[in-house]
C-alpha cells in the first residue's frame, strides 16, 4: 500500500509546512527512530524533538513546525487523531480473507438471523434465535449461544465465546478468547458447602466497545453487567457479575472489578487495578497502575496506592516512609541526648 | 416461567409472615430495588431494611419479618441459600439447545465411552478412551484429551481445553476457555539455557469443583494437582504444578497460586492474591484481595497486605504509618527543643 | 515404560556411587516423599537429605553422595537437569494420538505450506500463505491466521489463536488458549472519544520459545513484539504492544507487560510482578513477586516491592517499617520528658 502526500493530507485534515510535492508517494508508517524514506512518523510529544530532526521519514505528523527538520512537517492540533487516520489508511485489507459467507463447516442455527455481508468462519457455532447485523465479521471457531444479538460491523475474533442473550452493539471488536456472559461466581453456604446461585442476568454491550483477549465478563446475578458506548477494555481483564462501565472509560490489562462494581464516563484504569465490589468510582477519574480500591471515591479523583489514596498523598507518603531508617535512628539519637541530660 | 408463591414455599423451605394468597404469581427474580409487581426479591443483610420497605417487589425472602412491607414476607433462617434456590426455579431451561446426542460435526474417539444423556457440541474434540459420565455436557469446541475421565452431571463450557489424563469428578463446571493439565512451569537450566522438564502429573477435579472462565491449571510435575470436592475457583485463576485446595475452598478471580502451595478446606482467598510456592494455608483461612503471601499460615488466619500479614496487625500498621509524615515533624521540633536546652 | 539403570546413566551421564546392578528396573519418577519401590526420585537442595534417607525410591539423582541411603545414588554436578533427562524419558509417547497427517475436519487454505510429518488436529484453521515447518503439532481447534511461519517441530496447543503475520521459531510450545498477535491497546482521542490505532506491527517468537495457557501477546502498533530465543513466559501474561523480551528470560505467571518495555537476556521475572511502559531491566536481572516497576534498573539488579527497588533496600525498609507503631510510642515518651523538662 502507498499513499501521496495529498491522500494523507485529505485523511488527516492537517496542514503541510512550507512549500511540498503533494505527489510524494508514502510507503508506510514507522516510529521516528526506525522510519525508512518513504515512511510517514508522528511526533506527539515535543520532548522528543531530537528524534524528529534525526528521522529519516519523508513525513512527520506534529502540532507545531520544528526548525531543522528534512521531513514534510504535517501540522494538526491533534498528531495522535491524525496518526490512527493514517494507520487505518496502511491496515492491511483481510478481505480476501473473510468473505462474506457462511463457512459450510458453520454451525448456524435455522431461526438465526445472519445480516448481510458477514463473514461466518470455519467452525463457528451459532445459536438459536441469534440475531446478527449487517457486515459482521465470526471469525472461526467463535461460539454464539442462543438469543444473542449482535450489531453491524460487530467483529468477534477466533474462540470467542459469546454466552446465551447476551448483547453487543454495533462496531464493538471482541478479540480472541474472550468469554462473555459466565456466570458469576455466586454461591450461597448451607453449612460449609458452596450452592450455587444461577446467574439470572445478562452482559450488555454497547456500541464502540472492544473486549481485549482472554478477558472475562460475568453476566449478571439479577439484574445485567453493562458496559457503556464507547468503552474499551484490554486483555486479561476479570469484570465481575453487575459491574457497570461508562462510557469512553478504558481498562488496562489485568485489571480486576470485583461485583457491582459501579465506574462512571471517561475513567481511565490503569494495568493490573484491583477493586472491591459494591463501590463507585466518579467520572473522569484515574486508577494507578496495580491500585488496590477499597471504598468509592468522587468524580476526578486521580488515586494510587494499596490500599488506594489520592495520587499526591500516596505521593507524599511514600517519600515521607524512605525517611523511618533515619528517623529510627534520630529518635535513638534523641533519647540518649534525654538519658544524659537526665544524669 | 412463573411460581405459585406455594411453588416457592415449598421449593425453599420458608415460612410464609401472616396471612398470604398461595396462588400468588412470581414472574422472576430481581434486587430490592429494581424489583417490579410480580418479582420476588432478597434481604440477606438487616442494614438494608429501608431497601425491603420501599421494593415494588411481591415478595421478599428474609430472616425476619419487618414492620411496614408491602411484600409477602418469606422468613427463613439462611435468605441466601433459600435464595440460591429460588434462582434455580428460574434458570433457564436449555435442554432444547443442548439435546442430548452427539453433534456430527464432534469427533469422538471410537474408545471413548460417552454416558447416556449426554450432550456433545458443535465441532468438540474427544480423544482416545476418555470416558464421559452420564447426562454431561460437552459444549461446543471444548478439547478433551485421551486418559481424562470425567464424572456425570459434569458440564464443560465452549472451548475450554482438557489436556490429557485429567480426572475430573461429578457435578463439576467448567467454564469456557478454561485450561486443564497445561505443563507447569517448570525448567532446569543448562547454563542460561533453560531444558524443559516434562510435567508427567495429572490434575485431578473432585466432584461438585466449578473452574472459572479462562483460569489456567496446571499439570502435577512428578505428583498431581488436585482440588478437593466442592471447591470454587473463579475466572483467570493461575494453579500451579502440584498445588492442593481443600474441601469446600474458594478462590477468586485473578489470584495466583504457585507450584506445590497447599490450601486448607473452607479457605476463603479473594482476588488477585498471590501465594509462593511450597507453603501452607490452614483451614478455614481467610485471605485478602491483593495480599502476597510469602510464608505458611496456620488455621483460621485472617491474613492481608503485601507481605501478608494478620488483618489487625496490617490495619494496626498501616493506620500508624499514615501517621510518619507528622512524626517527621514531631522528631525535628524534639530535635530543635534539644539543641535549645544544650546551648 | 520402563528403564534399566544403565539406560538412565546413559541419558543422563550421572555417575554410580559405589557398586550397583546396571540391570536394575526403574518404573518412574516421584518426589522423594511419594516414591515407591521401583521410582527415581531426585535431590537438588542438600537441606532435603532426610527425605532422601527416607525415601523407598530405588535410585536418586543428586550432586553428592549421601551416608546411610537405602536407594543407589546417581552423582552429577546438575541434578535438576539430569532430572529434566529422566523426565523426558518417561514422558508420555502421544504420536498414537497425534498422527503425521491432516485432519479432514480442518480448513487449510490451498496456499499454505505444510512440512512433512505434521499433524493439523480436528477442526484446525490455517489461513492463506501460511509456512509450517516439519514435525509441526496444530492440535484441535487452534486457529492459524494467513501470512503466518511456524518453525520446525513447534508445537500449538488446542484452541490457540495466532494472528495474521505471526512468525514463530523451532521448537516453540504454544499452550491452550494463548492469543498472539491480538491489537496492542492504543487508541487516539477526539474529544472524549477513543478512536483506535490500527497495529500494523507482528509478534515475532524466535526458536525454542514456550507461551503460557491463556498468555496475550499484543502485536506491535508500528514496529513488532518481539520474544527472543529461549525465552519462557508461564501461563495468564500479558505482553502488550513492542514488548522486547530477552533470550533465555522466564517470566512467570500473571506478570503484565506494558507496552515497549524492554526485558534483557537472562531476566526473571516472578509472579504478578507488574511493569509500566517504554522502560527498560538490564541483563541478569531478577524481579521479585508482585512487584511493581515503575522506572528503568540496570543489569544485574534484584528488585521488589510496589513501588519496586533493590531488594537489600526493600527488606530494609519494611523491616524499619514495622518499628513505626513502637516509635510513635517513643516519640510521645521523648515529648513527655521534654515537657517535664521545661516545666
Request: charged letters at 20%; proline letters at 2%.
Amino acid at each position: 500500500m502507498s499513499y501521496t502526500l495529498k491522500q494523507i493530507i485529505n485523511a488527516t485534515g492537517a496542514t503541510c509546512a512550507g512549500q511540498y510535492d503533494e505527489t510524494l508517494v508514502i510507503n508506510g508508517t514507522a516510529t521516528l527512530e526506525a522510519a525508512a524514506v518513504g515512511d510517514i512518523s508522528f511526533l506527539s510529544n515535543p520532548k522528543y524533538a531530537s528524534a524528529a530532526k534525526e528521522t529519516s521519514a519523508s513525513a512527520v505528523i506534529l502540532s507545531k513546525t520544528i526548525e531543522g527538520l528534512k521531513a514534510v512537517q504535517l501540522v494538526t492540533a491533534n498528531p495522535y487523531l491524525a496518526w490512527a487516520k493514517i494507520c487505518e489508511l496502511f491496515a492491511p485489507d483481510r478481505s480476501a480473507h473473510l468473505p462474506a459467507n457462511i463457512s459450510q463447516t458453520a454451525s448456524v442455527h435455522a431461526t438465526a438471523i445472519i445480516g448481510t455481508g458477514c463473514h461466518i468462519g470455519h467452525g463457528v457455532c451459532i445459536g438459536a434465535s441469534v440475531k446478527i447485523g449487517n457486515r459482521c465479521i465470526i471469525h472461526s471457531g467463535a461460539v454464539i449461544e442462543e438469543n444473542c444479538t449482535i450489531g453491524d460491523d460487530t467483529e468477534v475474533h477466533p474462540n470467542v465465546v459469546v454466552h446465551y442473550g447476551t448483547s453487543i452493539g454495533k462496531r464493538c471488536v471482541i478479540w480472541s478468547n474472550a468469554v462473555i456472559g459466565s456466570y458469576g461466581f455466586g454461591y450461597a453456604q448451607d453449612g460449609a458447602r458452596f450452592v450455587r446461585i444461577h446467574q439470572l442476568g445478562r452482559v450488555i454491550l454497547e456500541d464502540d466497545v472492544d473486549i481485549g483477549a482472554c478477558t472475562t465478563i460475568d453476566r449478571g446475578a439479577a439484574g445485567d453487567t453493562v458496559i457503556k458506548r464507547g468503552a474499551k477494555i484490554d486483555n486479561l481483564v476479570q469484570i465481575a457479575h453487575n459491574v457497570q462501565i461508562g462510557e469512553d472509560s478504558a481498562i488496562a490489562a489485568q485489571a480486576g472489578l470485583a461485583g457491582s462494581l459501579k465506574i462512571g464516563d471517561r475513567v481511565k484504569v490503569a494495568g493490573q487495578a484491583g477493586f472491591v465490589g459494591h463501590i463507585e468510582i466518579g467520572n473522569d477519574s484515574f486508577i494507578g497502575a496495580k491500585a488496590g480500591i477499597a471504598k468509592s471515591f468522587p468524580e476526578k479523583s486521580n488515586i494510587t496506592g494499596y490500599p488506594a489514596r489520592d495520587f499526591m498523598d500516596q505521593r507524599r507518603l511514600e517519600a515521607s516512609l524512605l525517611k523511618v531508617p533515619d528517623l529510627i535512628k534520630r529518635v535513638s539519637e534523641l533519647e540518649n541526648q534525654m538519658k544524659s541530660k537526665e544524669s
